[in-house]
């Protein structure tokens, strides 16, 4: 696909792109599109009054969503949204698409196809919360792409409150890390899990610590930058824009009311929040 260029053109005149999660994981997501994407600014919005999402009723969820949408898009109008959380986009993305059907939307799945393709031994495990283990989506992912593979689903209910707290500076014990990646990890007819797939935003930021950890060297399957290539790929490239300044890009709260660790978080991502 080739990217769509226009003349010299004033950076106020370029839509920002949105970058949504229901927490701090999506900024995995963030950290790739600026790279990929210099002339654009960046809105990211947190859902923190809604996290976790693993706890939700799907219906209730769903309709949360679609509500936090309606308003964004009336009140930012962005050239794209990237859905950058596997649990929103895989219970609400459809229903996303079909709501607002003038915006793009680029979602986050599992990176299970990916994981089949690569996998040498066969075993590949699945690293996602709960919700997202147990959306069909999911489920169909597996069957269109690892059918010929041994797919472990593992649910953690811990993991992302955990992200949260490692990637503002507390501490996070090695019992508790091993407790939830542990399961991912297993031996069958002499050959071992080689990939785990990361399918929740938030897991990346303690990729150092899942490696550290782990019994045996697996491949940690990070779709962040996958995900910030499609988007690239969607919006027009605009040749002759000045490279866009980040002190004015900014994060939204639905809680409206972020804590100091979580503002100086956003602004060492170079985000007012």
Same mark, same amino acid.
């Given at each position: 696909?080739?990217?769509?260029?226009?003349?010299?053109?004033?950076? !106020?005149?370029?839509?920002?792109?949105?970058?949504?999660d229901?927490?701090?994981?999506?900024?995995?997501?963030?950290?790739?599109a600026?790279?990929?994407?210099?002339?654009?600014?960046f809105?990211?919005?947190?859902?923190?009054?809604?996290f976790?999402?693993?706890?939700?009723?799907?219906?209730?969820?769903?309709?949360?969503i679609?509500a936090?949408?309606?308003?964004?898009?009336?009140?930012?109008?962005?050239? @794209?949204?990237?859905?950058?959380?596997?649990t929103? %986009?895989?219970?609400?993305?459809a229903a996303?698409?079909?709501?607002?059907?003038d915006?793009?939307?680029v979602?986050?799945?599992?990176?299970?196809? $990916?994981?089949?393709?690569?996998t040498?031994?066969?075993?590949?495990?699945?690293?996602?919360?709960?919700? !997202?283990?147990?959306r069909?989506?999911?489920?169909?992912?597996?069957?269109?792409?690892?059918?010929?593979?041994?797919?472990?689903?593992?649910?953690?209910?811990?993991?992302?409150?955990?992200?949260?707290?490692?990637?503002?500076?507390?501490?996070?014990s090695?019992?508790?890390?091993k407790?939830?990646?542990? $399961?991912?990890f297993?031996?069958k *007819?002499?050959?071992?899990t080689?990939?785990v797939?990361?399918a929740?935003?938030h897991?990346? +930021?303690?990729?150092?610590? %899942?490696?550290?950890?782990?019994?045996?060297?697996?491949?940690?399957?990070?779709?962040?930058?996958?995900?910030?290539?499609?988007a690239?790929?969607?919006?027009p490239?605009?040749? *002759?824009?000045?490279?866009?300044?980040?002190?004015q890009?900014?994060?939204?709260? !639905?809680?409206g009311n972020? *804590? +100091?660790?979580?503002?100086?978080?956003?602004?060492? +991502?170079g @985000?007012?929040?």
């Open positions: 696909m080739t990217a769509a260029t226009s003349p010299a053109t004033n950076r !106020t005149d370029l839509k920002p792109v949105l970058v949504f229901s927490g701090i994981g999506g900024l995995t997501v963030l950290r790739e600026r790279v990929l994407m210099p002339e654009r600014g809105i990211y919005v947190a859902d923190d009054a809604g976790p999402y693993g706890g939700w009723e799907e219906g209730a969820l769903q309709e949360r679609i936090l949408f309606a308003r964004l898009l009336a009140e930012q109008a962005p050239e @794209l949204c990237i859905i950058a959380c596997n929103a %986009f895989t219970l609400a993305g996303l698409r079909e709501a607002f059907p915006m793009t939307f979602g986050t799945v599992p990176a299970i196809k $990916p994981a089949a393709e690569r040498r031994s066969g075993l590949v495990s699945v690293l996602a919360t709960p919700g !997202t283990v147990k069909a989506y999911t489920r169909d992912l597996i069957q269109s792409f690892a059918s010929q593979c041994h797919v472990r689903l593992v649910g953690s209910e811990n993991l992302a409150r955990m992200a949260e707290a490692y990637i503002r500076g507390e501490p996070v090695e019992e508790a890390v407790a939830e990646i542990l $399961p991912c297993i031996e *007819d002499g050959r071992r080689d990939i797939v990361l929740c935003t897991y990346p +930021f303690m990729a150092n610590l %899942f490696r550290k950890y782990a019994p045996w060297p697996v491949d940690w399957l990070d779709p962040a930058e996958a995900i910030a290539r499609q690239r790929r969607l919006v490239f605009v040749r *002759d824009a000045l490279q866009h300044p980040e002190d890009d900014f994060a939204i709260f !639905t809680s972020p *804590d +100091f660790a979580t503002r100086r978080l956003m602004q060492g +991502f @985000l007012r929040a």
